[in-house]
């Protein structure tokens, strides 16, 4: 008797790829692993070899401060002027239209915000100290030493041309985006302290302590001050010594 032959069953098309995957997910996960191990290996290599020659970024704490201080220093400047302005639109320039103190305006705040990362490659790196003072302006004294040097003649190697020893280091000019960055990402805080709290407190305090830095250890540098200037000494003449004249 003939008894038919039955074909094989087709696997669906659908279950081999999703039993494919399975099989192959495990090592592509793997390799993805490895890749990004080896990413960061090569970043940190990066890092340590800046760190290597000496260079530090500024940290939070060192950016938020300075941005702090220059933004406030910029308001102290623009909140001189005595001028009223009108805000307000009009088509028919019928309505009469607001007036306002500059000093307390929203246009006052934008103009001081304008620009204020700029003033931060005003500043230079100090080595000599090694908090948040190092940034600070006017020339370092290592700096103020070298070009003394090079006005007595002496040759001075760097590894950078004479003319570029003057200019922002690495690190302020890192530290110039980081404010930038900073700005954009908190200008609601800076809003909110210009309008409503900047007689109750300072923008450090408000912006830094508060926003910013969530951890009391990153606080540290908004204590830290410059040391005050060293008084010259001065010579005082004692009884019998003679005046020439």
């Given at each position: 008797?003939?008894?038919?032959?039955?074909?094989?069953?087709?696997?669906?098309?659908?279950f081999?790829?999703?039993?494919?995957?399975?099989?192959?997910?495990?090592?592509?996960?793997?390799?993805?692993?490895?890749n990004f191990?080896?990413?960061?290996?090569?970043?940190?290599?990066?890092?340590?070899?800046?760190?290597a020659?000496?260079?530090?970024?500024?940290?939070?704490?060192?950016?938020?401060?300075i941005?702090?201080?220059?933004?406030?220093?910029?308001l102290g400047?623009?909140?001189?002027?005595?001028?009223?302005?009108?805000?307000?639109y009009?088509?028919?320039?019928?309505r009469?239209?607001?007036?306002?103190?500059y000093?307390?305006?929203?246009?006052?705040?934008?103009?001081?915000?304008?620009?204020?990362c700029?003033?931060v490659?005003?500043?230079?790196?100090?080595?000599?100290?090694?908090?948040?003072t190092?940034?600070?302006?006017?020339?370092?004294?290592?700096?103020?030493?070298?070009?003394?040097?090079?006005?007595?003649?002496?040759?001075?190697?760097?590894?950078?041309?004479?003319?570029?020893?003057?200019?922002?280091?690495?690190e302020?000019?890192?530290?110039?985006?980081?404010?930038?960055?900073?700005l954009?990402?908190?200008e609601?805080?800076?809003?909110?302290w210009?309008?409503?709290?900047?007689?109750?407190?300072?923008?450090?305090?408000?912006?830094?302590?508060?926003?910013?830095?969530?951890?009391?250890?990153?606080?540290?540098?908004?204590q830290?001050?410059?040391p005050?200037p060293?008084?010259?000494?001065?010579?005082k003449?004692?009884?019998?010594?003679?005046?020439?004249?």
């Amino acid at each position: 008797m003939y008894t038919p032959v039955h074909n094989k069953q087709e696997v669906p098309r659908q279950f081999v790829i999703d039993n494919n995957w399975k099989m192959f997910a495990p090592l592509l996960l793997i390799a993805l692993l490895v890749n990004f191990g080896s990413v960061l290996g090569t970043e940190d290599a990066h890092l340590s070899a800046e760190e290597a020659q000496g260079v530090r970024y500024a940290n939070r704490c060192e950016a938020c401060k300075i941005l702090a201080t220059e933004l406030e220093a910029r308001l102290g400047e623009t909140g001189k002027s005595h001028d009223v302005i009108e805000i307000g639109y009009s088509v028919d320039d019928v309505r009469p239209k607001k007036r306002t103190e500059y000093r307390r305006s929203e246009l006052r705040l934008l103009e001081s915000l304008e620009n204020v990362c700029d003033r931060v490659l005003e500043y230079n790196l100090h080595k000599e100290r090694t908090d948040s003072t190092r940034f600070a302006k006017g020339m370092s004294q290592t700096f103020q030493t070298l070009h003394g040097l090079v006005d007595k003649g002496v040759k001075v190697d760097l590894g950078i041309p004479y003319e570029l020893w003057d200019k922002p280091p690495v690190e302020v000019t890192q530290m110039k985006t980081q404010c930038e960055n900073m700005l954009e990402q908190y200008e609601d805080t800076i809003s909110d302290w210009y309008f409503k709290l900047q007689q109750d407190k300072t923008l450090k305090q408000h912006l830094c302590a508060d926003h910013v830095l969530k951890r009391k250890e990153e606080r540290q540098c908004l204590q830290e001050q410059l040391p005050s200037p060293k008084k010259p000494a001065i010579n005082k003449k004692k009884k019998g010594d003679n005046e020439e004249l």
